[in-house]
């Protein structure tokens, strides 16, 4: 038997330690008993931070205990995927190239966390620069599936769905490229929300693909997703893609998260369906009728431009990571070759040195698709398609208030399985990636089990910025079913 | 040789440092001649995870310039990304302006003598930052100062309408005052604050044929000097070059040179230009910039009469040289100084030559400008009127001129303090006169003999005259006794 303190959600804690009925060093104890249990069996951790943790949690503790106010998120043990930077530990974005570099700056989100009382326990695994759908891209560790070691997470925050899976902390940051939140959320049973583009500032997140990055929430429940969300939200003037919010304010996301929305209407294309795996299949259509019950309308849909979103992406996110990790060349920072003739073999060497096999090779798709003669008839080609999906989702939103579909068409898949073919692995992005062509929210919840007994998530999307309607939807469901309160495996 | 013509063909590349208390993309401060990487931040380190934020100030400043250079002003202007690898460029793309500039087709005026301008076309104008500097020391290794990587860099592209050395020099003349003008630059050349690389080639006729030699295109250039002297040396080498190889231009065979300052010449860098692939993109870390008529207005407002056309006003309207005009113009307080003193009722010319002729003489040894020296505008043109009016004479405002830097004191007062204001009574100045005339009769008859001697004789008497009142009487007034007894 766990720590019965490990079975509570961010929100019921927070709130018994800033009533001071539990202390915020037995939650950091609590959690570093389970890691130091599980991490062997998991690897989702690339660093942990016990000392600090325990201090930090000291303080709230004793700021509790003096009648201060105390953070949203206070006393509460949080994980960061390891590609967001913090001015403590390593920041290795799951690379060699920089296994050892240490950022002098905070993330935007680690600022806004630690101003929130959250305590920081840990930086968790992912595909190396958040390149991939296993984590199995990580140059630095494995990390497996707590609901069965022989799978993978999902990826790229594959580290931080486990982590949040297994115990290992209470709520974890991803970041979400082209499902990388969802995705592992799904695999592993956990709720991801990918906020809209702009929502969240991406200032000290790696960039991979910029234009589509966004940092979120993954929680054990929608509400915990919503209330990390308030945390992290807003405007930031170091971003300059953050959103001013006089055009789109932050909600209060916690606040109204139990009320049902009234009338429902679900958008749904049927064939979407169709493509995934029968388990799949059965639980979603489960998870529909569950809103059917409760009143809700299912609209059918057309997202004629959908099936380009691959193509698109492929050509968008990889281009902007050849540009975007032209920095890690061995001159300033990072991984440099130890013998170089010239300082072309300091470039060259440091990163064929430095870089894993998925990276090269989305470096060079990046870098092809910007060559002179082929922009036009790839990277311009593909922002076109990019506004003809946006389009596809702002002409459903007219008839819906949100769109469901899988997060993925399968459920986890076996360490190795899709390693050698890499187009297969990068089909498996199919539901989520249009979301972040798009710049819209989604969230995937739990939504039961395949007959393996591995998990399904239901992704739930919403218009831009549309986050607080979005969660009480997937808390409609939530709140009617039993799935996400099923422990993991390892568990 | 007797059958060759040739015309010199120029274009500019020109960079230009804006002067903004901080980096283009950072809060960084700029500064020159700091420690080597004491102005950094994660931003212009290029570290993982950071993000640029526009300096609007620097994009205001490049409108401004924009303007100035009669350029159309984009509605609507993007960042884009140019890759490249070198270890000064700490993310290894530059973010510039590729296919959507701020600024396009305009045009500067330079002058070319006479009174005459020449149009030279401006293709573009566009913002981007600067790299920082490698140092290659004698070991196996060089450093890097990342302080100047991120400065905001205007940069200025011509069309081939220059036909010397001496028009490029101008060129560059005139832009500096413009940017100084406009107060977006201190446009210091060896500071580096505006560096020039011109495109060169020659069109030759000979045997009524045409040839165009092929194109060189000299680095980073920062004095006017090295500029002229590289085109014109580069003149003297292509015909040269073609009347011993009659090389032609083809595609590819542009060569980058440099300026050897000491030889006087330029070398060769690269003697073919490689095709490079910069692999531009829409840099999508910054939001496009939307110019709206407001803020557009807002910048216009900012605007001021350029340097070249204030010299033209001044020869125009005021009367004075060519050369009196550029000086005055040479800066813009200087010229500002000089125009508010105008204002005061005071007569042009003698206001110039007040401020060229001491006020600018002090100020330049000063190492400062004309606002600096103390002088109140009021009393300048006091003292220009006391000149015009005769109650001094010029040598006189001179030093009063002289006196009024160094005290609070007014003209008129430190006038009556040296004893210099002028005798013009003519019934007090007659005594003076005559008691001169009696004391040099040899000169009285050389002036009445009217011969040769006649002249200088009549200026020997006024000196002697000028000197018997210690230099107070008014020359015109004894002028006018003289010519009266004497005839």
Redesign the interface.
């Known amino acids: 038997m766990q720590n019965k303190l490990l079975d509570m959600g961010i929100k019921e804690l927070r709130d018994e330690i800033a009533a001071g009925r539990v202390k915020s060093i037995s939650a950091v104890e609590a959690v570093f008993e389970s890691i130091e249990n599980r991490e062997a069996l998991i690897g989702a951790y690339i660093s942990t931070f016990k000392e600090r943790a325990i201090a930090k949690a000291r303080e709230t503790d004793s700021k509790v205990a003096a009648g201060e106010k105390v953070g949203a998120l206070a006393g509460v043990p949080i994980a960061l995927k390891d590609?967001?930077?913090s001015d403590f530990g390593a920041?290795t974005?799951g690379s060699r190239i920089?296994e050892n570099?240490c950022?002098?700056?905070n993330?935007t989100v680690v600022e806004k966390l630690s101003a929130a009382d959250a305590v920081i326990i840990g930086k968790t695994n992912l595909d190396e620069f958040a390149m991939g759908s296993s984590t199995e891209n990580s140059g630095l560790k494995q990390t497996f599936n707590p609901w069965d070691t022989s799978r993978v997470p999902g990826g790229s925050s594959g580290g931080s769905a486990a982590a949040v899976a297994a115990d290992m902390c209470f709520g974890a940051l991803g970041s979400d490229t082209g499902g990388s939140i969802r995705q592992p959320a799904s695999f592993c049973g956990v709720v991801g929300l990918k906020p809209t583009y702009g929502r969240v500032s991406?200032?000290?997140?790696?960039?991979y693909?910029?234009?589509l990055d966004q940092i979120g929430p993954i929680t054990k429940t929608v509400t915990d997703a919503a209330l990390m969300l308030s945390v992290i939200a807003g405007h930031d003037?170091?971003?300059?893609?953050s959103v001013d919010e006089s055009q789109a304010a932050v909600d209060d996301y916690p606040g109204g998260i139990d009320e049902a929305v009234d009338g429902l209407k679900i958008g749904m294309v049927t064939k979407f369906n169709e493509g995934a795996d029968q388990g799949v299949r059965s639980a979603i259509e489960a998870a529909i009728e569950v809103y059917r019950k409760m009143g809700a309308e299912i609209v059918e849909i057309e997202m004629p431009y959908f099936d380009y979103s691959i193509a698109a992406y492929y050509m968008i996110a990889t281009?902007?990571a050849?540009?975007n990790l032209?920095?890690?060349?061995g001159?300033?920072?990072g991984h440099r070759t130890a013998k170089p003739k010239d300082?072309i073999e300091v470039?060259s060497k440091s990163r064929q040195e430095g870089f894993g096999k998925e990276v090269k090779r989305r470096i060079m798709l990046g870098?092809y698709a910007?060559?002179?003669g082929y922009?036009d008839a790839y990277?311009l080609k593909a922002l076109k398609v990019r506004n003809l999906i946006r389009g596809d989702f702002v002409k459903a939103f007219e008839k819906c208030d949100c769109i469901m579909m899988p997060v993925s068409p399968t459920t986890a898949f076996k360490v190795g399985e899709k390693t050698d073919d890499p187009l297969k692995m990068y089909l498996s992005d199919i539901y989520t990636i249009g979301v972040n062509l798009a710049g819209i929210p989604g969230v995937s919840v739990p939504c039961g089990f395949d007959e393996g007994g591995l998990p399904v998530g239901l992704q739930i999307l919403g218009p831009a910025f549309g986050e607080a309607k979005l969660l009480r939807i997937a808390r409609m469901y939530e709140s009617q079913s039993q799935w996400g309160k099923k422990k993991a495996t390892v568990i | 040789m007797a059958d060759l013509e040739y015309k010199v063909i120029v274009g500019l590349e020109i960079h230009v440092h804006l002067r903004t208390a901080t980096k283009m993309f950072c809060g960084c401060e700029l500064a020159y001649g700091q420690q080597a990487n004491s102005r950094v931040c994660?931003v212009c380190?290029?570290?993982?995870?950071?993000?640029?934020?526009?300096n609007k100030k620097a994009f205001e400043y490049s409108v401004l310039a924009g303007l100035a250079l009669n350029c159309e002003i984009a509605k609507f202007t993007k960042w884009d990304?140019k890759?490249y690898?070198y270890?000064d460029l700490?993310?290894?793309?530059q973010i510039s302006q590729y296919d959507l500039p701020f600024s396009e087709h305009g045009y500067i005026e330079i002058p070319v003598g006479g009174g005459q301008v020449k149009k030279i076309r401006i293709t573009r104008a566009h913002l981007e930052e600067d790299a920082g500097k490698n140092t290659h020391t004698s070991g196996n290794y060089?450093q890097?100062d990342l302080n100047r990587a991120g400065t905001p860099l205007l940069e200025i592209v011509t069309e081939p309408d220059m036909n010397s050395g001496a028009e490029v020099r101008a060129m560059a003349v005139e832009l500096q005052r413009i940017v100084r003008y406009l107060g977006i630059s201190v446009g210091d050349m060896q500071k580096g604050h505006m560096r020039f690389e011109p495109n060169i080639n020659l069109i030759i006729t000979k045997d009524g044929k045409e040839y165009r030699t092929p194109i060189a295109e000299i680095k980073n250039l920062n004095s006017f000097r090295a500029l002229e002297g590289s085109v014109n040396y580069e003149v003297v080498r292509q015909l040269d070059e073609f009347e011993r190889t009659g090389k032609v231009m083809v595609e590819g065979n542009k060569t980058t040179r440099g300026w050897d300052d000491a030889g006087r010449q330029t070398v060769l860098q690269r003697e073919k230009e490689e095709a490079s692939?910069y692999?531009?993109?829409p840099d999508?870390?910054?939001?496009p910039v939307v110019m709206t008529d407001e803020w557009l207005l807002e910048i216009t407002e900012r605007l001021c009469e350029l340097p070249l056309k204030k010299q033209m006003r001044y020869v125009a309207d005021y009367n004075l040289s060519e050369y009196d005009a550029s000086v005055l113009t040479g800066e813009r307080a200087n010229a500002e100084f000089f125009e508010r003193v105008v204002k005061a009722g005071a007569e042009p010319k003698r206001v110039c030559n007040l401020l060229t002729q001491v006020g600018l003489k002090v100020a330049n040894a000063r190492g400062c400008g004309l606002v600096e020296l103390g002088l109140k505008e009021n009393d300048v043109a006091k003292l220009a009127k006391m000149i015009e009016g005769g109650d001094i004479n010029a040598s006189a405002g001179d030093r009063i001129m002289q006196e009024m830097m160094a005290s609070e004191k007014g003209p008129g007062q430190i006038a009556r303090e040296l004893n210099l204001i002028q005798k013009s009574d003519a019934g007090e100045l007659e005594v003076f006169v005559e008691a001169v005339l009696a004391e040099n009769e040899k000169a009285v008859e050389d002036v009445r003999s009217g011969g040769k001697k006649s002249k200088a004789a009549r200026g020997f008497l006024l000196g002697q005259v000028m000197q018997k009142t210690k230099g107070r009487a008014n020359p015109k007034v004894v002028s006018e006794i003289l010519n009266k007894k004497l005839n």
């Open positions: 590609n967001i930077c920041t974005c920089l570099f950022s002098p700056y993330a991406r200032y000290g997140l790696v960039a693909g910029s234009s003037e170091r971003d300059s893609t281009a902007e050849s540009s032209a920095r890690y060349d001159v300033h920072y300082y470039y870098t910007l060559s002179s922009y990277y | 994660p380190l290029g570290l993982p995870g950071s993000l640029p934020v526009m990304r890759g690898y270890p700490p993310k290894n793309y060089s890097v692939d692999r531009y993109f999508p870390d910054l939001l």
